[in-house]
């Protein structure tokens, strides 16, 4: 079964305004992780953001801030003041503590941010 | 810190041939993964070194798929016999501990295409 779910293939968003992409993840595992990567044309992983299980306060990081809603398992990214340069896939990932070693990706959304 | 390295960065080989990959991870990190991403997707898992020790494979990981971790530094990923449907950009990625919390740090890939 898919652990993370992105709906959302493809955005736009214009320069200088925010956006928001979608993730939700299914987990049974109280203690848990979510990152976001970005991943440019050129191909290289970049690590955004991580959001802890247990952490009481939405994660910010510069421009990036996560909407971690957890009793509805979503952790929204959202970015501000959009840049030319922030069009590129994103992804939602999760690390289960209990549940083996790995970091389990969602599927990405493309971003373009237009003019 | 010079990242993580993988080489080559491209490889192009026929169909039934064998490849061996590369990937140097951050000095100090002793954890090590290798995923496969193919167009469109989000990177997949398929294995999982602690220093020397493989901990973690997918069911991903046929028994064409080989890899190694000799002296806990840098690992090798071959794939024998190689057939059309392993085409894919191959990532490795290492971290420094193995709280739930910490990133992982990517390379740059190796695209391989089967003809």
């Known amino acids: 079964a898919q652990k993370i779910t992105q709906t959302q293939p493809g955005m736009f968003v214009q320069e200088k305004e925010a956006v928001t992409l979608d993730c939700t993840y299914d987990t049974s595992d109280p203690s848990y992780g979510l990152f976001w990567y970005k991943q440019p044309s050129s191909g290289e992983m970049i690590f955004l953001i991580y959001?802890?299980?247990?952490?009481?306060q939405n994660a910010t990081e510069g421009r990036y801030s996560l909407n971690f809603q957890k009793a509805r398992k979503s952790a929204n990214l959202v970015i501000s003041a959009s840049q030319l340069g922030d069009s590129a896939m994103y992804f939602c990932?999760?690390?289960?503590?209990?549940?083996?070693?790995?970091?389990?990706f969602g599927k990405g959304t493309s971003l373009l941010v237009t003019p | 810190d010079t990242g993580v390295s993988q080489n080559p960065r491209h490889k192009i080989t026929k169909r039934g041939q064998n490849v061996t990959f590369r990937c140097d991870p951050i000095s100090e990190h002793n954890r090590l993964y290798w995923y496969r991403q193919t167009l469109g997707q989000g990177p997949e898992f398929l294995t999982y070194?602690?220093?020397?020790?493989?901990?973690?494979k997918s069911r991903l990981l046929s028994d064409r798929f080989s890899a190694e971790r000799p002296k806990g530094s840098f690992s090798t990923l071959e794939i024998q016999r190689t057939e059309q449907g392993d085409s894919a950009m191959y990532l490795c990625?290492?971290?420094?501990?193995?709280?739930?919390?910490?990133?992982?740090?990517f390379g740059n890939g190796t695209r391989l295409t089967v003809t």
């Open positions: 990932a999760m690390r289960e503590d209990h549940s083996g070693y790995a970091l389990n």
């Open positions: 070194f602690q220093n020397e020790a493989q901990l973690e």
């Open positions: 959001q802890g299980s247990y952490d009481q």
């Open positions: 990625a290492s971290r420094p501990d193995g709280s739930v919390g910490s990133p992982l740090h």
